[in-house]
Each structure stands twice: as structure tokens, then as C-alpha cells.
């Protein structure tokens, strides 16, 4: 059974930074678009950045230039690089494989001083 596992999250000051990872069982990563979402107190679940099997990358417009999605073939895990981090990007983080219609348990981010 696919399973991923997101880790990571926390408490951060403004301006701080996270990485959070997501860890995948029973598929390879290299050969699914992979995605994070996320969903902040009393919104709707958005998309915060994907990476293609050939390594694009793009990102929600809000957090470009301070995010950055990447993965590691050989752990089979994606990460998410957060800098200059916001209050507005408190939420909880997920990761997906969007074809497969798979979803994280969710990590939580909170950014508050």
C-alpha cells in the first residue's frame, strides 16, 4: 500500500525556516508528479508547489523565490526548503501524489513570534 509520511513542522519565528520531507513507501517517486499542499486555519487546501518526473518545478505565487521543492531518488523522499517564512503561511502541509489520489497524515507549520 502507498504511503507517505510527512515530517518537519513546527514552531518557527518570522523570517525562519523549515524543511519538511516527505517519505514514500511502494512507489517510486521518480516517475510521479509530486505535490505539496497546504491548508491554513479556516481556508481551503491549496497547491504550494510540484515537481515533475523530469524535475521542474513550480511554485503558488506567494511563495516563490522563498520555497523550493526537491526530492532525493535515492531516499524516495521529497522535501520542501521554506525560508523567509510568514505568519500567512501557517498550516497544516501535505504531501500527494495526485495521480494516484494519495495523501500525507499532514504536518504542521506554524510561523508566529
Known amino acids: 500500500q502507498v504511503q507517505l509520511v510527512e515530517s518537519g513542522g513546527g514552531l518557527v519565528q518570522p523570517g525562519g525556516s523549515l524543511r519538511l520531507s516527505c517519505a514514500a513507501s511502494e512507489i517510486t517517486i521518480t516517475i510521479y508528479v509530486m505535490a505539496w499542499y497546504r491548508q491554513g486555519p479556516g481556508k481551503q487546501r491549496e497547491l504550494v508547489a510540484t515537481i515533475t518526473t523530469t524535475g521542474s518545478t513550480n511554485y503558488e505565487d506567494s511563495v516563490k523565490g522563498r520555497f523550493t521543492i526537491s526530492r532525493n531518488n535515492v531516499k524516495n523522499t521529497v522535501y520542501l526548503q521554506m525560508n523567509s517564512l510568514k505568519p500567512e503561511d501557517t498550516a497544516v502541509y501535505y504531501c500527494?501524489?495526485?495521480?494516484?489520489?494519495?495523501w500525507g497524515q499532514g504536518t504542521q507549520v506554524t510561523v508566529s513570534s
Open positions: 500527494t501524489v495526485p495521480r494516484l489520489g494519495v
